[in-house]
């Protein structure tokens, strides 16, 4: 999700409405940083380990939850399977290794910490399997 990107856009509207140069509307309490990779085209395949990163560029100073955790989506829906648990929010990346689902082009991470975000649906195939 491009939260990021909405809020801009947000803020630069208000901007040119009140003909001022862009500043931040409101002080963020909430840390929702955005996933950089997988991106939308990766393949990944099972067994593999790879390294989910996000952007902690716009971390606050006081991070509510700086736990953070990651789970698999398919098809839009959150499944239960936890791909990464219990680390730092802040460190920017982790080494997951893909499990062993079936093949599928809608995929997405879901990267919790105080709030959740999404990242593009991309594919992972390997398991010869499809629904
Ligand atoms: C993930 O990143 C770490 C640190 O850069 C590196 O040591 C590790 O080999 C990477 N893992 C993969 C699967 O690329
Ligand atoms: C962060 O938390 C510390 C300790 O509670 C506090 O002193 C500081 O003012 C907080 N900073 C911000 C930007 O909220």
């Known amino acids: 999700m491009k ?4 809020s801009a856009s947000l803020i630069a509207a208000a901007s040119l409405l009140a003909g001022t140069n862009a500043t931040p509307l409101m002080t963020r309490d909430v840390f ?3 996933i950089t990779y997988p991106h939308a085209g990766t393949v990944w395949t ?4 790879h390294n989910v990163t996000w952007d902690t560029s716009d971390a606050p ?3 509510t939850n700086g736990h953070g955790f990651i789970m698999l989506r398919k098809n839009g829906l959150t499944t239960p399977v936890v791909l990464g648990n219990n680390f730092d929010i802040l460190l920017g990346r982790i080494e997951v290794k893909v499990p062993w689902v079936v093949d599928g ?5 879901v990267l919790f910490g105080d709030s959740g975000n999404f990242s593009p649906k991309f594919t992972i ?3 010869g399997l499809a629904f």
Do not use: T
Request: proline fraction near 9%; charged fraction near 15%; aromatic fraction near 10%.
């Open 61 to 63: 100073v006081n991070i």
């Open 125 to 127: 195939k390997g398991s």
């Open 46 to 49: 099972v067994g593999q380990k």
């Open 3 to 6: 939260f990021s990107s909405v």
């Open 105 to 109: 082009s809608d995929y997405q991470l």
């Open 32 to 34: 929702v940083p955005p």
